[in-house]
């Protein structure tokens, strides 16, 4: 419980935010054939990829070594997967791209590991919201402080941000450095502002800032962006 659930429950109770939002775009994608998926950045407790297994197989990757036993996760590097070329329908990834310090080059891994008319999904804090901003501008160690201090110590890790990957700009010019690539949709995601759940004050500032970009739809500057990629077929490529 926090100190502004009533706020949260009031202006974002039908709002699709980050996960929901990476969810549904996720299940939209398997609901018609049983595939085979990476979940690239699984996280420690590789949630996605527990709750969306079923009849798609899913496999988890992340550089945590203490994943899950009873999940089919691996320890390794997005930069250098260990599977064949074309073995996935789908890879998708959540709150991980803004810590690669090489996004091309796990772009194209994902692009050699996907089958041709697979598809990438991806959920990433966009560079230009304000709170990306501010960690982007100050040391790790505040980072840590900060969310011990707000959401308590062992809430989640804190991992260092180099936001190379986190603007519509980046993915739009990714269909020039990587020919083979479709961006099939990029939208900005609404999200209460979690940084200021602190003071009721300033998240109802947060709340008129959040609106009011949205109300604008200036896309770089909201919290998220959820892109969804497409590695185009032979014939579509000639």
Same mark, same amino acid.
């Given at each position: 419980?926090?100190? !502004?659930?009533?706020?949260?429950?009031?202006? &974002?109770?039908?709002?699709?935010?980050?996960?929901?939002?990476?969810?549904?775009?996720?299940?939209?994608?398997?609901? +018609?054939?049983?595939?085979?998926?990476?979940?690239?950045?699984?996280?420690?407790?590789?949630?996605?990829?527990?709750?969306?297994?079923?009849?798609? =197989?899913?496999?988890?990757?992340?550089?945590?070594?203490?994943?899950?036993?009873?999940?089919?996760?691996?320890?390794?590097?997005?930069?250098?997967?260990?599977?064949?070329?074309?073995?996935?329908?789908? !890879?998708?990834?959540?709150?991980?791209?803004?810590?690669?310090?090489?996004?091309?080059?796990?772009?194209?891994?994902? &692009?050699?590991?996907?089958?041709?008319?697979? !598809?990438?999904?991806?959920?990433?804090?966009?560079?230009?919201?304000?709170?990306?901003?501010?960690?982007?501008? +100050?040391?790790?160690?505040?980072?840590?402080?900060?969310?011990?201090?707000? &959401?308590?110590?062992?809430?989640?890790?804190?991992?260092? +941000?180099?936001?190379?990957? $986190?603007?519509?700009?980046?993915?739009?010019?990714?269909?020039?450095?990587?020919?083979?690539?479709?961006?099939?949709?990029? +939208?900005?995601?609404?999200?209460?502002?979690? $940084?200021?759940? =602190?003071?009721?004050?300033? =998240?109802?500032?947060? !709340?008129? &800032?959040?609106?009011?970009?949205?109300?604008?739809?200036?896309?770089?500057?909201?919290?998220?962006?959820?892109?969804?990629?497409?590695?185009?077929?032979?014939?579509?490529?000639?």
């Amino acid at each position: 419980m926090s100190a !502004v659930d009533d706020l949260i429950d009031k202006y &974002y109770s039908d709002v699709p935010m980050g996960e929901r939002a990476l969810e549904t775009t996720i299940r939209e994608f398997m609901a +018609t054939t049983a595939i085979r998926a990476l979940d690239a950045g699984c996280g420690l407790d590789a949630p996605f990829t527990r709750r969306l297994s079923g009849r798609s =197989f899913i496999v988890g990757m992340d550089l945590c070594r203490d994943l899950p036993k009873d999940l089919p996760v691996i320890c390794g590097d997005l930069g250098k997967l260990p599977f064949s070329d074309e073995v996935f329908s789908l !890879v998708f990834s959540r709150s991980v791209f803004e810590h690669l310090t090489e996004p091309d080059l796990v772009m194209k891994e994902i &692009y050699r590991t996907l089958k041709p008319g697979g !598809v990438c999904v991806i959920l990433t804090p966009s560079r230009y919201d304000y709170s990306s901003i501010i960690a982007h501008l +100050t040391p790790q160690w505040f980072h840590q402080w900060f969310v011990g201090r707000v &959401y308590g110590s062992h809430t989640y890790d804190t991992f260092p +941000t180099v936001y190379r990957a $986190n603007t519509p700009k980046y993915f739009s010019r990714l269909e020039q450095k990587q020919p083979g690539w479709k961006v099939k949709r990029l +939208t900005g995601l609404r999200h209460y502002p979690a $940084n200021l759940i =602190f003071s009721r004050m300033l =998240f109802r500032v947060g !709340v008129l &800032y959040d609106w009011f970009v949205a109300k604008i739809g200036w896309t770089e500057l909201q919290p998220s962006l959820l892109i969804v990629l497409e590695k185009e077929s032979q014939a579509e490529q000639r």
